[in-house]
Every structure is written in structure tokens, then in C-alpha cells.
């Protein structure tokens, strides 16, 4: 079963409940804390939850984006992760794995540095290791050419819904359109003053994209420092179904050397979005959540 709400701090919220009784009745059902990416929302985590029928799925919009749009900075990734510590709080949960996919990476590694008690294990999924810049150029400069696109497309405003999804049509990475893909692209265009845009606000991505490429930010620091093992999915192809993908394979090995405690797991015929919208990536992702919950103390 399937719901939204809005948490008391004004964070919209999507939980999915199991559907299926889970393997020991006598224990209590798991709960999986799911964060999304920079411009996204907790419609990216619908494949996942229907991977993972025996558990519970809290995903919330992150303040900026989705539901949450209209809740003020200052944004970043510490006061992401107070804002998911909080919803925790409201919603009764402990202690859980958390899955975070592109930015929600890195709120999921400040999470658990910030708040290590509430996090029972880690998966990333193409997101929260240190992304492989240009040496050429200024970090700045560098995101700006990868989030290019995006930030784009937050400044526009579409005629109606069915041209918002002929945008989203001709995408690279979306030429295998379905049904998830057409409900995650609907739910991120909204009307607040009349227009039809995207929901995820200029000024949060903005903001979340300078913290991310500060020198010593909160997520660099967390992954140096993390306490507890984690699984690193990295996508075949890149934003844009480019080969190689936002975090080639060389990169990736290279930065594991650093932090033993993450694993890589290589996820094959995905890109940066399909591996969270797409069956394949999906199933790929929910086994990770599986192993993180075998290995958890929850």
C-alpha cells in the first residue's frame, strides 16, 4: 500500500507498505530510508518498492523538491540529513538502512555521519563518492557543465503535461519510456503561480550544488571518516546514457582503494536514471537493500 503525507517539519513524504507478510511473523518489518537525487523526488523509488514487497520504503521529497518545494533554506547536505533524522523521529524508526541515489548519496553518508545511530548500513546507487572532475577546471565550473542540462531545464516552463513528457521523450536517457518513467516525470511538474514547471526549486539545486563541490564539504568528510560498510552501485552509462558513466570504473576503483569500507557493485544496460527507473536497475538495487538488510542490526 502506497502514501503520501506531510511530516510535521512540512517534509512531504511517500511510504510504501509491505504487501506481503514477511518471513518471520514474530519479527518486526523492516524499514528502508530511500533519498533522491538533486532534482528528483520519492517517485524514483517506486520500481525499488515493488522489488521489495516484505518491506517498509519512507522516501521522502527533499526540501526543495517534490512536495517539499515550498519549505526555505538554507539547504545542503547536513540540513538534508536533519531534515531525514527528523522524519525518522516522527515516523517512530530507530535505526534503518538507508539508500540514497546521485545527491541522496551523499545525504545518506552526512547522515550517517551526522546521525550515526539511526543508520543500520549503506547503499549508494551512482552517487555519494567523490565525483571525477576535469582538471582543467575549476570544480565550480566542472558541476556546472554536468548539471548544465538540469538547471536548464528548472528555468522553463512547459504548455502542458503531455509536452512536459515529449521533453523527457527525447531525453537520451529515457528512450525506453514506460509507465514509471511517465508517473516520476507527471508528479515533478507542478503549478504554483499558474505556469507549468518542474518542482524542484532553482535556488535548492543551486545551493546543493556549491556544497557538494566546497573543498572539505560535510559528504567528503563522511565518506572518509564512515563507520559502517557500504555498497556502491555504479551505472554502466552516465546522465545522458553516455558509455562510461558518471563515475567511470577506474575512478570509482580508485576511490575504494581510499575507503575500504565501500564495495562496488557494477550495474550492467542501466544509466543515471534508469538504475533506479527501470526493472533491471531496480531488481539490482533492491538486492543491495536485501544484503544491507541481512548484514543490518536493526
Known sequence: MFREFDAATGLHAGVWEPTTPTADAGAGVPTVLAIHGI?????AWAPMARQLPDVRIVAPDLRGRGGSR???????????ADDVAALLDELGVDRCVVVG??????????????HPERVAGLVLVDGGLPLKGDPSLDPEESLRRTLGPA???????FASREE????WKVHPSFAEWSDDIEAYVDYDLVSDDGALHPATSYEAMAADSRDLVTPGNDAIRALRDLAIDATFLRA??????????????????????RQPRVRVVEVPDVNHYTITLSDPGAVAVA??????LAGARV
Request: aromatic content about 8%; charged content about 20%; overall charge positive.
Open 287 to 292: 538486492g543491495a537493500v536485501r544484503d544491507a
Open 101 to 114: 541515489h546521485s545527491m541522496g548519496g551523499y545525504v545518506a553518508v552526512t547522515l550517517a555521519a551526522r
Open 151 to 157: 538547471a536548464e531545464r528548472l528555468s522553463r516552463t
Open 164 to 167: 512536459y513528457r515529449s521533453f
Open 39 to 43: 532534482t528528483s523526488s520519492h517517485r
Open 70 to 80: 515550498a519549505l526555505p533554506g538554507p539547504y545542503g547536505m547536513a540540513r538534508h
Open 236 to 257: 554502466e552509462r552516465g546522465m545522458v546514457d553516455e558509455p562510461g558513466g558518471l563515475f567511470p570504473a577506474a575512478w570509482v576503483a580508485e576511490q575504494v582503494e
